[in-house]
């Protein structure tokens, strides 16, 4: 018998509140960004951008879009029936993948500026963080046992490493110059966004990969995590950026 994993009501109303939340944030960060003159609204841009984003993505998901099956058997626990298996088959969204590869190097965009790492370091920290993303999209749809699951989510591991690894070495050692408003600011929201981005591959592997939760609570553990990393962070960053003038980019 096929066990079928899907979204119920509380799901789907989930997913409508954080489009409406995304839509509100937006409008707010766009009206923020008119309370400052054009140089100084690069992090108004990046950060409405990626609310806008997520916006499309829930509306896409909560209309019933971005979304498909994967199937995988799993073996039966029977005592004394060895080898023997079922398929379970659980909704896998993938708008989420389609989002986060455009949101999560904005948002490293936006650390990137703030510390002030060059250019190369930059790219390398969003092409690894596009890896990480698109691994875990691959996982998502793999087979079980086989490396197609757990074996792109290891290399979406790597890659998070890489990402880690990239901002909070040149970071900490960039976001010197920038004195010591910008440094406290870059740290804060550094660690934020690192104990955030974490529990990610957390709720990934609990409920995409071993699917020990249902739709429903996976949807609510993301939705609030991308509430935090997205509009929270936004926050956070825009009212900083208008307290300390030394945050600011000329580009
Ligand atoms: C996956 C699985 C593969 C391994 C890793 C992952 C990390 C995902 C992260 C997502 C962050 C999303 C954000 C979204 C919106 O704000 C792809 C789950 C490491 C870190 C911040």
Redesign the pocket.
């Known amino acids: 018998p096929t066990e079928w994993q899907h979204a119920g009501d509380s799901g789907m109303r989930t997913l409508w509140i954080v489009f409406a939340v995304m839509v509100i944030t937006s409008g707010v960060f766009a009206l923020l960004s008119w309370n400052v003159p054009v140089s100084r609204r690069l992090y108004h841009v990046i950060t409405t951008l990626?609310t806008i984003t997520?916006a499309l993505s829930y509306f896409a998901m909560a209309s019933g879009q971005g979304v498909s099956y994967n199937c995988v058997a799993v073996r039966d626990h029977h005592k004394h029936v060895p080898d023997t298996f079922h398929d379970v088959c659980r909704q896998v969204y993938w708008a989420r993948?389609v989002?986060?590869s455009i949101?999560?190097p904005l948002?490293l965009l936006d650390l990137c500026l703030l510390a002030g790492i060059d250019g190369a370091h930059t790219l390398m920290a969003i092409a690894a963080d596009v890896i990480?993303?698109l691994?875990?999209?691959f996982?998502a749809f793999g087979a079980e046992g086989t490396a197609q699951r757990w074996g792109?989510?290891a290399i979406?591991?790597l890659?998070?490493i890489f990402v880690i690894w990239h901002v909070a070495l040149h970071g900490s050692r960039m976001v010197r110059a920038k004195g010591q408003g910008v440094k406290r600011l870059f740290t804060g929201l550094a660690l934020f966004?690192l104990v955030?981005?974490?529990a990610?591959?957390i709720?990934?592997g609990v409920a995409?990969g071993a699917r020990r939760t249902t739709v429903d609570t996976e949807i609510m553990l993301y939705a609030v995590?991308?509430i935090l990393?997205?509009v929270g962070?936004g926050l956070w960053l825009l009212f900083s950026h208008r307290r300390i003038p030394e945050t600011n980019v000329e580009v």
């Open positions: 990626i997520a993948y989002d986060w949101t999560t948002l990480m993303i691994s875990g999209m996982a792109w989510y979406g591991l890659a998070y966004t955030l981005w974490t990610y591959p709720v990934w995409d995590l991308d990393a997205k962070f």
